[in-house]
């Protein structure tokens, strides 16, 4: 492969993957506008009302995003020296999901089931609004703080579930089948409901003891439901070195230090 070849493949690589640059971050903004619109289509396209009288352009509106995404999905590929590394990565699949409903829909024409199964197909389209994580920054920072947390908020949900058990035995037998505690899970359930005070009515204690408990229930349900916000918090202030957003144009490694000048991950030197 010549120089020229491989010039362009960094060129394109550095516009379509990072955003430390003019054109990276114009190529972002134009993507993110792209994405947004496509969301919009879809919920407009829900409301039949407004679907039977702009029927058409919604179509064509679709068509074009469509096409403009699948140009972006190829030249993804195309810029890396690794393609399944994009192929199978969770922003990969998610742009493959997000692209093929509309070409899905030249075999699901004619008949009524046909058209059931279409309207399926174009749910798949609302998994462009997790390609909007992509270009915010805070969003990959949460998913690090949770990373970080998730032994810390695993033990803390296992508390929860065990105190969730036991209030939900405690109510069985203190409330019985006549007050709607029918089973232990479905105590269980009533517990978890409460704990989180979210209290949908469905099921509720009718003894004083089984009011009580359930005002101690809700109780408990503020006190614990603020913890894993200060986990997750406390992750988040930490001290973290900067990491700017040049992608790999081999293995598509992204958190690299401002002053790197080759991958961490495949000793590729960087752009």
């Known amino acids: 492969?010549?120089?020229?070849?491989?010039?362009?493949?960094?060129?394109?690589?550095?516009?379509?993957?990072?955003?430390?640059?003019?054109?990276?971050?114009?190529?972002?903004?134009?993507?993110?506008?792209a994405i947004l619109a496509s969301i919009i289509l879809v919920m407009l396209e829900s409301i039949e009302s407004f679907d039977n009288k702009h029927h058409d352009f919604l179509y064509v509106s679709e068509w074009i995003i469509t096409i403009f995404f699948s140009i972006e999905y190829i030249l993804r590929i195309i810029s890396i020296n690794k393609p399944t590394k994009y192929v199978f990565s969770f922003y990969g699949i998610i742009d493959l999901l997000s692209t093929i409903p509309m070409y899905l829909t030249f075999f699901f024409?004619?008949?009524?089931?046909?058209?059931?199964?279409?309207?399926?197909?174009?749910?798949l389209r609302v998994f462009r609004i997790l390609k909007v994580s992509r270009y915010i920054g805070e969003s990959n920072q949460l998913i690090k703080a949770l990373n970080a947390s998730k032994a810390k908020i695993g033990v803390f949900l296992y508390f929860v579930l065990i105190i969730c058990i036991i209030l939900g035995s405690v109510m069985y037998f203190i409330e019985g089948a006549d007050n709607g505690f029918t089973s232990i899970p479905r105590s269980i359930y009533w517990s978890i409901v409460t704990l989180t005070t979210v209290g949908y009515g469905d099921i509720a204690p009718q003894t004083a003891l089984g009011q009580f408990i359930a005002s101690i229930t809700v109780i408990i349900g503020y006190a614990i439901i603020a913890i894993p916000t200060g986990i997750v918090s406390s992750e988040m202030t930490k001290k973290k070195v900067h990491l700017n957003t040049q992608s790999c144009p081999n293995c598509s490694y992204e958190e690299h230090k401002d002053e790197a000048e080759f991958c961490y991950h495949c000793g590729t030197k960087l752009n």
Do not use: C
């Not at 024409?109 to 749910?123: D, F, P």
């Open 1 to 33: 492969m010549d120089n020229k070849t491989l010039n362009w493949r960094d060129k394109l690589h550095e516009v379509i993957y990072e955003a430390d640059t003019p054109a990276g971050r114009l190529f972002d903004i134009v993507l993110l506008f």
């Open 109 to 123: 024409v004619g008949t009524h089931s046909s058209l059931i199964a279409l309207r399926a197909l174009r749910l």
